[in-house]
């Protein structure tokens, strides 16, 4: 799809173009406006955090030290961490080899009733979590399965695995028929037709829904409270534990929210355009 | 005429080994699907069924009574609780008015970012950053260094703007608090789903209106609007998907304090956030569930419904 | 090289009742061009798929060199065939989609580097071979769409409407390039296209197609000079024959105010035919101005240089029809002009129902 920005006409006033361009920016900043200001907190102390808002001051890294200093008996920053990498990154993994086939399936060769199968997988994400939170508290505790790891990457999977499903399809989707018949007439195997043909197309898109899949499951917060506040904490836990001192804590927790949200505002910059693309795609195709 | 006959008995029919072939295919192109749809029908499915199992059972985990069927009972009670109908009330209200407002504001920022101007990617960029904050940190943010009453900026800028008591947001506003922080949110994701359309528009039927004499106006709400439909009903779809469900920023902006308390919220604190009394809290949860798909079908049939007069 | 037998090949998609392609017999001999034309829906894409082994066979069977292919996969089949976008792998260089196919069969590095080069010699792709197909122009996305077909030597090559996406003036010279090459490799060839121009003036023989049915297989020249029935007379030709509806007098059909001429032959079947309608097919160059005794209006004059067309109004069983008539480029006439026309050459005698066409068609 040739992105085509509806740019400006012969008569349109030049002045009025400006105008648009500079409200864009005041807009965007705005927006902008409370991430800067939590980041900006971050680095100062809390005396500067705390009295009037100012935007020069001397930085400092002393709150960034002490939140992921660990201390004994609470949840320490590198546990939260490491607990969060290790659930997103599996369950990640589990969402696309479960829906990278599946997607093939609707896509490449639409068996009958594609349209049912994926209205299903959507029709799922309509079941409000909160809705499904008893039976899976108990079934987690009758297995064992409180406070493991393990129960997260199950349920990140189960969540992510619908929107995983509709993006991928749209972008299988977006392979050429004939690229797909052109490589049965040269005699490609089907292993070859996906890993030489199929694959080079569709992995940019393949890797914009592991981050959006990414991005879900690191911010995903109800889920690893009920069934997993103990250990194997992941990030969203430890961010609202962190700093539970009353008095002057705004410098420490902007610090520890700079830290915990980091890995995904990074991981959506870099799939932005792509995985908006998947997302709209799907409800046009 | 003879010869043709003859011809059509030699023909050699298929039609059975096509069938059998078909078959064997179908079933190779289904294999793939299966192991996704299997995992998604037991982990959703199974625990779904639960639910409307145990609404229908008197159930208190820690009384020790064992668990009773009593049917109905549940539902009715739920609807004589008059905490339930506010929390319901909460639900419609939070829904609504996030989904309409970061779609309507995610409109407008789509349309000025769909035409060049300096730094267009840069700030599309600085756009979608609030979607991807962590829920929980984005609640903490605004709660405290945007509208905390002491430290937060906004107060500080009411101060110098000559209003002298600090306004409690969380305490007097709690919803709309919440709601602000939703729309704060999900505004840059409508805006880009938003984007994607305007940006996929066929320009020549653009230019073929601006043959015809019409004006930026009617080009917007006659050609522009009705093309953008089909991504106007995604991002309701989604939003109100997600939205229904909010629970992080109760959580951490109110923790459901003064009628901030969502229907989500409200299951989670009769069961396991301290009322434990499963069998209520799951009757809850199905109405959750039915009050979901008539909202994200409402919703879309009034969407429909408005664009195509 | 290989000859190809469609051998009463129908095709049914499932959930229709109407064959896409019915029972199509047709004999295509080696190193043949032969070229499958029609409108859309008439199921030449279609029939082309069924020897590509990318459609089922539902009944009959299709053969490569006697080889009954018919429930062989595309893999096996030994065909190459140019797609209609062409259908280049994005992802690889020209060579690299070039020898795609030779590395599948598991040709050495060595051995595909010189069929590749060799096949870039022959299309001039030379200095594109490191290119990736989006920055190539039209023209050379199609000669790579071609080199990835001749690269492989296979015994038929199928092609789906390979010029369509080029503009007027490349098609033309790369219309002629095309027979040129076909010729010089000698490969057995199927050519789809819904162009007559191109059919004609590419075809060893021509099929015509109409909804899923064979309509007649010939030369071009008998194409033209012999059409089996009304629909042939119709769609080939540029202009279109005149096709002029006439109700039977007894035994003799009338054009305009005159007696139609025919043929003993064609006398003879229309005696024998119970239809009452008839259509008179004439070429608009078997039409003279020069004098006759047919009043004709003209409406429109179209001028070609070495000739024009004459799109006139003539009084014909009761009202207005419009015909076109080829007069030299010298003469001038005008809209407005009364220009008496006659029939100078071969008239075509049709049945206005079944389309069949009267008398033996001339050798």
Redesign the interface.
Known sequence: ?A???????VGENKVS??I??V???I???M??F??F??VL?SFKTEEA?????VLFFTPTLEQYREVTASSTGLLSFGEAFFNSAWVVVVSTIIVMV??I??A???AI????KWRD?LF??IS????????????????ARDLGLLNTRLVLI??Y??LN??LA?WMLRSFFAEV?R??I?????????LM?QIR??IL??VSPGIAATALLSF?FA??E??LA??LNPVDGST??IW??TAVTTRGLF?AK??AA?TL??LP??L???AA?KR???G??????K | MTDVVQDQSVIVDRSDEVERIAKKEAWRRRLPILPALLFTIIVTQIPFALSVFYSLTDWNIVSGVDREFIGFGNYGELFGSSLFRQAAWTTVVMTTASVLLSVFFGTLIAILLDRKFFGQGFVRTLLITPFLITPVVAGQTWSTSMLNPQFGVVNWLLERLGKDDPIQFAGQFPTWTIVAVLVWQWTPFMMLIILAGLQGQDPSVLEAARVDGANSRSIFFQITLPQLRPFLELGTLLGSIYLIQVFDHVEVITGGGPGSTNLPYFVFQRSIGGGWEFGQASAFSIVVVIATIIFATLGLRLLSSLLEE | MATVTYDSASRIYPGTEKPAVNELKLDIGDGELLVLVGPSGSGKSTALRMLAGLEFVDKGSILIDDRDVTLTPPQDRDIAMVFQNYALYPNMTVAGNMGFALKQQGVSKEERAKRVMEAAKILDLEEYLDRKPKNLSGGQRQRVAMGRAIVRSPQVFLMDEPLSNLDAKLRVSTRTQLVDLQARLGVTTVYVTHDQVEAMTMGHRVAVLDHGVLQQVDTPRRLYSAPANLFVAGFIGSPAMNLIEADRSGDELHFGSSVVALPADVQADLKASSATRFVIGIRPEHLSNAGGGLNSNVTVVEELGSDAFVHATIQHGGGDVTIVVRIDGETTVSRGDNMPISIDGPVHIFEADSGKRLGTPPE
Do not use: H
């Open positions: 799809m992105s085509s920005t509806t740019g400006p006409v173009g400006f648009f361009g409200i864009a920016w807009v965007g900043l927006f902008f409370p991430i200001w939590l907190n955090a705390n009295g009037d808002p479960l829906a086939p599946a093939y399936s609707l060769r639409p068996v009958e199968v299903f997988f799922t994400k309509f079941l409000p979590i909160a809705a499904a939170i008893l039976p899976l508290w108990i079934l199950i349920l999977t189960a695995l619908p499903v050429p004939e690229l018949e052109a490589s049965q007439m040269d005699g490609a195997s070859s030489s043909v080079p197309i991005i690191w911010n917060f109800f409270v009920q990030v969203p961010v609202t705004l927790l902007s929210s915990a949200t995904v505002v991981a959506g910059w932005q995985m908006i693309r997302l709209a795609l799907g409800a046009i």
